[in-house]
T-cell receptor, first 112, second 109 residues
Framework: DVKVTQSSRYLVKRTGEKVFLECVQDMDHENMFWYRQDPGLGLRLIYFSYDVKMKEKGDIPEGYSVSREKKERFSLILESASTNQTSMYLC???????????FGEGSWLTVV | KQEVTQIPAALSVPEGENLVLNCSFTDSAIYNLQWFRQDPGKGLTSLLLIQSSQREQTSGRLNASLDKSSGRSTLYIAASQPGDSATYLCAVSDYQLIWGAGTKLIIKP
């Protein structure tokens, strides 16, 4: 069965902290994505990766970076968390572009 | 620039009714269209994927259609149940996925 696992469901961090959100998929997918979802703004793409060590900026990359050292793992990094980064973060993967996309359960991040 | 619209934003119907959710897009040059459901506080679950060359896809009580020429897709849910209550999102794929804002569906027992 398809599985995208986000290691942390709920996090509370302080302003200025460095935050790591981890995502692992077990389907040998090429593509991985990080989205954030906010009420009234819908899903917005932060970064995506189509191969190991490759990354592409999405619509809202400012304040974020990513790392993909292994095919199955895609990490989202908030270098210095700010309150406007309080949100739900969703990781997703797909085998190739245009294939079905599978999501993790989401990580709720609160920055205080 | 591709835009995806889902109307209505919310819909409430009695249990047992058949219903249709709508998704429209502005550029017909798409690879495929996907429908998802999202339960409160959870991630998205893929329901159906329709390739650009297809007209419809079915899974159980769900049927999704695609009309590229008119820029429309519909998700038909037969014999609705309270467990179908969720937000339903559509997304079209060209180079990237472009998302609609979703329709929040409530099925009243």
């Amino acid at each position: 069965d398809v599985k995208v696992t986000q290691s942390s469901r709920y996090l509370v961090k302080r302003t200025g902290e460095k935050v790591f959100l981890e995502c692992v998929q077990d389907m040998d997918h090429e593509n991985m994505f990080w989205y954030r979802q906010d009420p009234g703004l819908g899903l917005r793409l932060i970064y995506f990766s189509y191969d190991v060590k490759m990354k592409e900026k999405g619509d809202i990359p400012e304040g974020y970076s990513v790392s993909r050292e292994k095919k199955e793992r895609f990490s989202l990094i908030l270098e210095s968390a700010s309150t406007n980064q309080t949100s739900m973060y969703l990781c997703a993967s797909s085998l190739l572009a245009g294939n079905t996309i599978y999501f993790g359960e989401g990580s709720w991040l609160t920055v205080v | 620039k591709q835009e995806v619209t889902q109307i209505p934003a919310a819909l409430s119907v009695p249990e047992g009714e058949n219903l249709v959710l709508n998704c429209s897009f502005t550029d017909s040059a798409i690879y495929n269209l996907q429908w998802f459901r999202q339960d409160p506080g959870k991630g998205l679950t893929s329901l159906l994927l329709i390739q650009s060359s297809q007209r419809e896809q079915t899974s159980g009580r769900l049927n999704a259609s695609l009309d590229k020429s008119s820029g429309r897709s519909t998700l038909y849910i037969a014999a609705s149940q309270p467990g179908d209550s969720a937000t339903y999102l559509c997304a079209v794929s060209d180079y990237q996925l472009i998302w609609g804002a979703g329709t929040k569906l409530i099925i009243k027992p």
